[in-house]
């Protein structure tokens, strides 16, 4: 079945632990995108990918990094986890940046 | 930076009308997005305004006016399953989607 898909579905981890949150797509889109969503602020653009190779910056980009290698693929990585990073982050692709974008599942993460 | 307004909750009746009302101020403006989220479960697609008007897509609608900075999302016959929340989120210039807080619509018996 055609769409996208991420991992793990939650975790706990340690302050200070490194995180890498995984994300693929079967649909050949070129953009994709990472979110976190926190109570009362709605989702907030981490970063960004119009195509493979490429990355941008969005809202709230401190704290993680991310990588494009392939079109598939998008990581989210915390290198240090902090208690603020607790969020519900999720991927998202579109076929452009003027497309609709489609939304994986969600990852919720908690940094204790 | 970008400023979405929509109302926090809203509660009507089963096979009632209910209106969600979207305000924004972006720098730049390439289309309005609708959004539903069931508690749990990931946002779906449900409309595109770039122009102004009224999209039209079943029980669900959309508007948009660019000179007002507003758009609003009209829920038709509301069933029990449209109780989610509703995310406006706006494209702005440099083709970013920025999202509202959402809107928690609540259908009761």
């Known amino acids: 079945i055609a769409g996208i898909t991420q991992a793990p579905t939650s975790q706990i981890l340690a302050a200070g632990r490194r995180m890498t949150l995984r994300c693929t797509q079967d649909?050949?889109?070129?953009?994709m995108y990472w979110y976190r969503q926190d109570l009362g602020l709605g989702l907030r653009l981490i970063h960004y990918?119009?195509?493979?190779?490429?990355?941008g910056k969005g809202e709230v980009p401190d704290g993680y990094s991310v990588s494009r290698a392939n079109t598939d693929d998008f990581p989210l990585t915390l290198a240090s986890a902090v208690p603020s990073q607790t969020s519900v982050y999720f991927c998202a692709s579109s076929a452009d940046s003027n497309q609709p974008q489609h939304f994986g599942d969600g990852t919720r993460l908690s940094i204790l | 930076g970008q400023n979405i307004d929509q109302p926090t909750e809203m509660t009507a009746t089963e096979g009632a009308i209910v209106q969600i009302n979207c305000t924004y101020q972006t720098s730049g403006f390439n289309g309005l997005f609708w959004y539903q989220q069931h508690a749990g479960e990931a946002p779906t697609f449900l409309s595109y305004?770039?122009?102004?008007g009224l999209e039209e897509k079943g029980r669900f609608s959309s508007f948009l006016s660019r000179s007002k900075g507003y758009s609003y999302l009209l829920l038709k016959e509301l069933q029990m399953k449209d109780s989610a929340s509703y995310l406006c989120a706006v494209r702005d210039g440099d083709y970013k989607l920025s999202f509202g807080a959402g809107t928690t619509v609540t259908v009761r018996a």
């Open positions: 305004n770039v122009l102004d």
């Open positions: 649909m050949r889109h070129n953009a």
């Open positions: 990918s119009n195509t493979a190779g490429t990355t």
